[in-house]
């Protein structure tokens, strides 16, 4: 996988072309935390106890069925009978080691926070795995779906076994025309009972997002993946791509996290005076697709947990009078200081990125601040964050916004408030401490929220697996299903 060249020529017969959004780095499978373009072949070629269909509802992987206790805190999972692809038996006990193993590699990462509720991971029999927990997670089966919870081919290949049907459920992939070939196969999705002949093969290729759309306009590829709002104008550029643009009904935090709390982002009446300034109804504007809605708060509403006591900031404030507030701030940290203020922004170049550049670059102006881009890889003074909500609860939010994720500008009281509200039993008061530990990350202004993330797909025709879903990626096993 690594040594693929974006962009492949030809692809096997019959096979359907997806082009990715990403680049060959995207297809390693060796990466703890995966990037957002390599999700779906992760979770293709690996298992787990649950994965998604197409319309991202949680659907049996490894585990054929489960049950959940009366109090919550108790999941059993039931094991299909099979094996590996290599021959080993899959059993409880690999499965939860296995499992233990990837849940341990996210405890320093944003996942690991979510999962904090889990106190044990256990085989109970040859074909039976329990999972514990300190409270109830009601997300629980949504998280065991990620693809960083998927695993790797587990269990001792014995020459007995060797040559057994595949019933992990994860797809093999190999290098085909500088691409990845996910053979069809009988079973889509791992289903033995799936009839032979329903599935065909998937032709995947990592490319640029300019290039996936040039191909897809062709007719080299027959389905592209991955669209943000940095590739946005791309899709919707011509009559022929906007006829075929599908856009996900996804949530999540797209804004401006604080990389470097120094200098006059040191203090976070400072930061927030960036955030008053921003005319997010400007910037919606500029991306020009309806529906798309700017925020001024960290947790989408709705979101189970929210209580609603929080609002969207600065609501009875007009733009003027928040940018004259602003413009003080500056003025007063310019004369202290002595030097002009320029804010430094690590951010992608794509023409969506470009247009939200502009508005910020215009907003920081009018309030005495210049604005310049470095690249994503460099760092800057900030770093805009464009990420999809895993799970619909006020946690995933708060979690994404921890010191674990956005250090230096955070709050370690709001930290400690979610966690303390993730081990909490009454939904009442778990509602309350995350009400208040929301008003906390909020008051460190350490990330300046602009509106919700937009995520979008091309397809040549609509079918069992070309479906917009809640979570932004798409998993490939339903796209290997043949239609009709």
């Known amino acids: 996988m690594l040594a693929l060249l974006p962009g492949a020529c030809n692809r096997e017969q019959g096979a359907l072309g997806v082009a990715l959004i990403g680049t060959a780095a995207d297809a390693r499978d060796d990466q703890v935390n995966p990037s957002e373009a390599g999700l779906p072949l992760r979770a293709a070629t690996r298992a ?34 099979g094996y590996w692809g290599g021959g080993g038996r899959i059993t409880a006990q690999a499965v939860a080691q296995s499992l233990k193993r990837a849940i341990a590699a996210q405890s320093d990462l944003p996942l690991g926070r979510d999962l904090l509720p889990v106190t044990a991971v256990r085989a109970m029999a040859e074909r039976v795995v329990e999972i514990d927990l300190a409270a109830p997670q009601p997300d629980l089966l ?54 032979a002949g329903a599935t065909r093969a998937l032709h995947i290729e990592f490319d640029r997002a300019e290039r996936a759309v040039e191909r897809f306009n062709g ?10 709002i940095d590739s946005l104008p791309l899709a919707t550029g011509s009559r022929l791509t906007r006829g075929n643009l599908l856009l996900d009904p996804v949530t999540g935090l797209y804004g401006l996290a604080v990389e470097r709390a120094d200098g006059f982002l040191a203090e976070p009446p400072n930061r ?101 881009r470095v690249p994503e ?18 946690t995933w939010f708060l979690n994404q916004l921890s010191c674990s994720a956005i250090r230096p500008a955070c709050n370690a009281v709001g ?39 937009i995520r979008w797909l091309m397809a040549r025709s609509l079918g069992a697996g070309i479906t917009p879903n809640p979570w932004g990626w798409h998993p490939l096993p339903p796209l290997a299903q043949t239609p009709g």
């Open 48 to 81: 787990g106890l649950v994965g998604f269909d197409a319309e991202g509802r949680v659907v049996p992987g490894l585990a054929e069925r489960w049950i959940v206790t009366a109090d919550g805190t108790s999941y059993i999972f039931r094991l299909r009978e």
């Open 142 to 195: 949504t998280l065991l779906a990620q693809p960083e919870l998927t695993l790797p081919e587990t269990g001792r290949v014995s020459s007995s076994n060797a040559g057994r049907a595949r019933t992990a459920g994860a797809m093999t992939a190999r290098a085909f025309n500088d691409g990845l070939l996910l053979p069809a196969r009988k079973g889509a999705g791992g289903d033995p009972g799936t009839p």
């Open 219 to 228: 007719g080299a590829v027959d389905v592209v993946l991955g669209g943000t």
């Open 272 to 372: 927030e005076a960036l955030a008053l300034a921003i005319d997010r109804d400007a910037l919606v504007a500029r991306i020009g697709i309806d529906g798309w809605q700017p925020t001024t708060r960290l947790v989408a509403p709705g979101m189970d947990g929210d209580e609603g006591a929080v609002g969207e900031r600065w609501s009875g404030i007009g733009m003027a009078q928040r940018r004259a507030q602003a413009a003080q701030r500056v003025a007063h940290w310019r004369k202290l200081s002595g030097k002009p203020l320029t804010i430094t922004i690590a951010m992608t170049d794509g023409p969506g990125s470009r247009l939200v550049l502009a508005q910020l670059q215009a907003d920081f102006a009018a309030i005495g601040a210049a604005l310049q």
């Open 377 to 394: 890889s460099g760092h800057g003074d900030l770093r805009l964050v464009d990420r999809v909500a895993r799970y619909p609860r006020a």
């Open 415 to 453: 930290d400690a408030l979610v966690e303390q509200a993730m081990r909490e039993a009454d939904p009442l008061r778990r509602s309350q401490l995350l009400t208040r530990a929301e008003a906390e990350i909020t008051a460190a202004n350490g990330f300046i929220p602009l509106a919700r993330p």
